[in-house]
């Protein structure tokens, strides 16, 4: 079995889930929820994507974010019948 096949990040690219997570929740939930200098101030997806790119521990907390935030979309669509 392919060992990615069960990764729900599989085929979602950084750039794709930070521009999913800035239309989600803006800019200031995710500098409040990340705490991390590229998203509280003067936040862009290109200077978040190259300190995500090469600081391992972030994009780590993005992903765990993006995935908990996924968790919580599908929920509330479950609870409202959609």
């Not at 239309?23 to 705490?35: M, P, Q, S, V």
């Not at 978040?48 to 995935?67: D, G, I, N």
Request: include cysteine; charged fraction near 30%; charge should be positive.
């Amino acid at each position: 079995m392919n060992s990615q096949a069960r990764n729900p990040l599989h085929g979602l690219t950084l750039e794709r889930i930070l521009n999913e997570l800035v239309d989600e929740c803006g800019w200031d939930t995710l500098g409040r929820e990340i705490e991390i200098r590229c998203f509280t101030h003067d936040p862009s997806i290109a200077s978040s994507l190259k300190f995500l790119r090469r600081t391992p521990w972030a994009r780590e907390k993005v992903e765990s974010f993006y995935l908990y935030v996924q968790r919580r979309k599908m929920r509330a669509d479950k609870t409202s019948g959609g």
